[in-house]
């Protein structure tokens, strides 16, 4: 096994070549991540004949992520409610209550949350590449984790940024489902791969939510949203979608459903009542999963790195919220699991 920044491909060189370089042939739509081993002609997964994008002739067959037995997918209509944490926090808990192996892949191209989410954003940590070039998760809390954040280059304040078209984000994509071993990064014994691997996706219906229903056999999607009106409605594009692409949905989480009163204790709907998401999901026939409250802990937790769902949680400064004193996602994730992970 070989790291990215070894002799050979200087991480500083790999990145320049394959995020800004114009001259070099690993700066291509077929190889956007730059993999050494992989000529622009060859594509990626490693078959010769990649899967093809262009719908209006023929869909691809559906098929497995290697060393992976089951795909859950967290999804929301729009951007800000909370997907990527919910996605996060699902991973750890179901981990935490079946003790599978679960793993976290991060397909949000331009805006990717797990490095900071699952506290893997520090300077200088980057994948290491197996003998066969494919790409080995880095680990924290117990989770194998991918993202095209690790891969990125950072400005001088830590900040990271993609600014590609359809086709580089689409062989991207491609690469972080087929390209990644999923069976390393254990630290010792050799993992014979996922039991489950949860996918934070982007947020709405466009090109890569749909080429992953298009590639990949998808066990169940989780759709995240909260009680505004004005959110319900791209709920209802996102359970369209799934339906058309034939993946079952597991059902719908509201975030940010109440906020408790520190002093009085009192709760208090700061976005709406979720009247207008029950009738939703009622008209639409799907599953109410559970209500996640407005709280000040759970970001705590997420800007620390560490998520709320790993109990007991590190005693806060006096300034900051007490701890909760339950995972609010736990229930979340026991539905998940027993309705098709069991």
Do not use: Y
């Amino acid at each position: 096994m070989k790291k990215l920044c070894d002799t050979r491909f200087p991480r500083a060189l790999f990145l320049r070549k394959t995020f800004f370089g114009t001259s070099s042939t690993w700066q291509s739509h077929r190889n956007p991540l730059g993999l050494p081993g992989h000529p622009p002609e060859a594509g990626l997964p490693r078959t010769g004949s990649p899967p093809r994008l262009n719908i209006s002739r023929s869909l691809p067959a559906k098929r497995d992520i290697p060393h992976v037995a089951k795909v859950l997918v967290v999804a929301s209509g729009k951007g800000g409610v909370g997907k990527s944490t919910l996605a996060v926090n699902l991973a750890v808990s179901i981990k935490n209550l079946s003790k599978l192996n679960v793993g976290l892949l991060d397909l949000d191209i331009f805006g990717p949350s797990v490095p900071k989410l699952m506290g893997l954003e520090q300077e200088g940590l980057s994948p290491e590449l197996t003998d066969q070039n494919a790409l080995v998760p880095l680990r924290n809390h117990g989770i194998g984790c991918m993202s095209i954040g690790f891969l990125m280059p950072t400005n001088g304040s830590g900040e990271t940024m993609v600014a590609w078209r359809g086709m580089m984000v689409m062989k991207a994509v491609q690469q972080l489902l087929f390209d990644v071993d999923w069976r390393g990064g254990g630290g010792g014994a050799q993992p014979a791969g996922l039991d489950l691997l949860v996918i934070d996706m982007p947020p709405g219906t466009g090109d890569v939510p749909l080429s992953l229903g298009q590639l990949v056999n998808i066990h169940g999607a989780v759709i995240v949203t909260t009680p505004q009106d004005i959110a319900l409605i791209d709920v209802t594009k996102g359970v369209n979608m799934f339906r058309k692409l034939d993946i079952p949905i597991i059902g719908s989480v509201l975030n940010m459903s109440t906020f408790v009163c520190p002093s009085c204790g009192t709760a208090h709907e700061v976005f709406g009542p979720a009247t207008s998401f029950e009738k939703l999901l009622a008209t639409q026939g799907v599953r109410l999963l559970g209500q996640l409250p407005l709280a000040p802990q759970i970001a705590h937790a997420s800007d620390a790195g560490r998520p709320i769902s790993l109990l007991p949680h590190i005693i806060p400064p006096s300034s900051l919220p007490a701890p909760l004193d339950h995972n609010p996602f736990e229930h979340i994730a026991n539905k998940c699991r027993s309705i098709h992970f069991p």
